[in-house]
């Protein structure tokens, strides 16, 4: 039986432009990332400073925050090099439609964001042990990673429509990707000691309320605090979604640098 479009344009997406070391290295480095800094921090850190849990427990509902990042970058790249080698014009030109060459960007960045999920959850099992995640605490995760990861690809596909240099959307997205993270609670909580210019910046970021849902939903206390993130990340989804949909109707096809 022949696959439906979208489900064929993401089955070429892993096996073109995902080779095994680029997936290790995705999902190696925060792995690594949950072991190095829980070790070390957790005898440092005051569980008073991280909610009365372990550092450790405090990172790795981050971490798996953080997979949305991950998912976003994937396709945000897998994009730009179609670009760059001329693959856009290549699949616009065959039986498939923009539509579902942007459906199978974003379904990628949902399957990669997953992936990351699960591997997160398994490091982290034997450091904090099994969360006290239920039926809408499970489906709390898999929304707010869900929603983190199309905002973050559809903001960068769309700066992938617009801009022509892979120095300026290279840069652009090592900034933005640097500044979402360290300026996000991924890492470190907001405490009363945390100046207020920077507890604005937090939370201004949309990391910021996915991290902290899901600290709510692996602790069992997600509330009406946690409808608020959803609502603040679903809103930036459908924004960075419908960007992205406007810059595949305006792009300009052709070579770029």
Do not use: K
């Not at 432009?17 to 072991?35: E, K």
């Not at 429509?161 to 300026?168: D, E, G, I, W």
């Amino acid at each position: 039986m022949r696959l439906p479009p979208v489900l064929r344009l993401v089955a070429r997406n892993f096996a073109s432009n995902l080779d095994p070391l680029t997936i290790i290295i995705r999902f190696g480095q925060p792995a690594v990332t949950i072991v190095v800094l829980g070790t070390m921090f957790s005898s440092i850190v005051s569980s008073s400073v991280t909610g009365g849990t372990s550092y450790t427990a405090f990172l790795v509902p981050g971490m798996v925050a953080f997979q949305m990042i991950t998912g976003g970058v994937v396709s945000g790249n897998l994009f730009w090099l179609d670009r760059r080698w001329s693959m856009v014009e290549q699949i616009f030109s065959g039986p498939f439609l923009r539509s579902e060459y942007l459906g199978g960007l974003v379904l990628t960045t949902l399957l990669f964001s997953l992936v990351g999920v699960g591997v997160m959850m398994l490091v982290g099992l034997p450091f904090i042990g099994v969360p006290a995640l239920s039926a809408v605490g499970v489906g709390g995760v898999l929304l707010t990673v869900g929603l983190g990861s199309i905002f973050f690809a559809g903001l960068l596909i769309a700066l992938g429509t617009r801009l022509r240099s892979a120095n300026a959307y290279f840069t652009i997205q090592s900034f933005l990707q640097l500044f979402v993270i360290f300026l996000s609670t991924v890492y470190y909580p907001v405490t009363s000691a945390t100046p207020r210019v920077l507890g604005v910046i937090f939370y201004g970021n949309p990391l910021t309320y996915a991290a902290n849902t899901i600290r709510d939903a692996f602790a069992g206390r997600l509330g009406s605090g946690d409808l608020v993130s959803f609502g603040v990340l679903g809103g930036l989804a459908a924004a960075a979604f419908g960007a992205a949909i406007w810059g595949f109707r305006t792009m300009d096809l052709g070579p770029i640098q």
